[in-house]
């Protein structure tokens, strides 16, 4: 295999380890919530990663965004 095969290999081996690492803090973050509604910024500080602009930009999220109870930022648990 070669050299540049074998670190791409690598590379995509680690990236989808630290995926399922943040998916895993995600899951882990909603839980103790215990149902309480969070709000994004708050949950992106837990996280250490930026929130995303509001509105959303991309349909997947304005969907998930639709789904709540409508409030900037807020994410059902």
Not at 4 to 33: F, K, P
Not at 48 to 75: D, H, N, Y
């Amino acid at each position: 295999m070669p050299r540049d095969s074998l670190a791409a290999a690598s590379r995509d081996g680690h990236l989808a380890l630290r995926r399922v690492e943040r998916q895993q803090a995600v899951i882990e973050r909603l839980h103790t919530a215990r149902g309480a509604r969070l709000q994004l910024a708050d949950l992106a500080r837990d996280l250490g990663v930026a929130p995303a602009p509001w509105p959303a930009t991309s349909s997947a999220c304005a969907t998930a965004a639709s789904r709540s109870s409508r409030t900037p930022g807020a994410v059902a648990a």
